[in-house]
């Protein structure tokens, strides 16, 4: 089936520092990349969807500028946390529409802990 | 606008039978429904597309009533294995031609032996 690859699974950075974390799709193109944040105990918060060779669309009351979103291909989109807070701690999820089933493939997920 | 899922948390018994129902104020394309263990990232469990629809995978199913903008999961004889949160996510157009898949806030479900 398809697979999205994503990296690093966890990451510890000092606050103020940037990160950047990568999805890739593996066997399938991924014209849309949606890049959702989930916070212990809670849901999958859609924070941008992201689209190759286009600006990323971002929802409401997430700073583009502090997420930046970059999908320059159709296999890898990244997200790049810049100027990380500890408030920006959290569980970071790719996810892309695989179009066989229509069913959407996540990442494995991305830890990021800012101290 | 986030699906509404109840119940919040279900316990069960292995073997015993439980329902998961999604509902969503949006007119909806389809409806997913995903199982997250704790610390991994979601996994597809399947997608029910509008036409109004059920659907099987093993001895997990689910509806879809699109009248309704309603769908429930259905587990049943349910195994330890079944235990982790459950999402249903809702894909409904989102404008400028573009879909966008929206979860829930999750069912935990514990299944005891």
């Known amino acids: 089936g398809a697979v999205v690859s994503q990296h690093p699974s966890r990451v510890i950075c000092k606050s103020g520092t940037s990160v950047k974390i990568e999805c890739r799709s593996l066997?399938?193109?991924?014209?849309?990349m949606f890049w959702y944040r989930q916070f212990p105990k809670q849901s999958l918060m859609l924070m941008a969807t992201?689209?190759?060779?286009?600006?990323?669309?971002?929802e409401q009351g997430v700073e583009k500028d502090k997420f930046l979103i970059n999908h320059a291909s159709l296999t890898l989109s990244t997200l790049t946390v810049t100027s990380a807070h500890p408030e920006d701690s959290s569980f970071y999820i790719c996810?892309?529409?695989?179009?066989?089933?229509?069913?959407?493939?996540f990442g494995s997920g991305t830890r990021l802990t800012v101290v | 606008q986030q699906p509404v899922q109840s119940p919040q948390a279900v316990i069960l018994r292995e073997g015993e039978d439980a329902v998961i129902n999604c509902s969503s104020s949006?007119?909806?394309?389809?409806v997913h429904w995903y199982r997250q263990k704790h610390g991994e990232a979601p996994v597809f469990l399947m997608i029910?597309?509008?036409?109004?629809e059920q659907k099987g995978h093993e001895k997990i199913s689910a509806s879809f009533n699109e009248k309704k903008q309603q769908s429930s999961l259905y587990l049943t004889a349910s195994q330890l294995s079944y235990s982790g949160t459950y999402f249903c996510?809702?894909?409904?157009?989102?404008?400028?031609?573009?879909?966008?898949?929206?979860f829930g806030k999750g069912t935990k479900l514990s299944v005891i032996p």
């Open positions: 996810s892309a529409p695989e179009g066989t089933n229509y069913g959407y493939t």
């Open positions: 066997d399938f193109q991924a014209t849309t």
């Open positions: 992201s689209n190759e060779g286009s600006k990323a669309t971002y």
């Open positions: 949006k007119a909806l394309y389809s």
């Open positions: 029910l597309l509008k036409g109004g």
């Open positions: 996510g809702t894909d409904a157009y989102s404008g400028a031609g573009s879909y966008q898949l929206t």
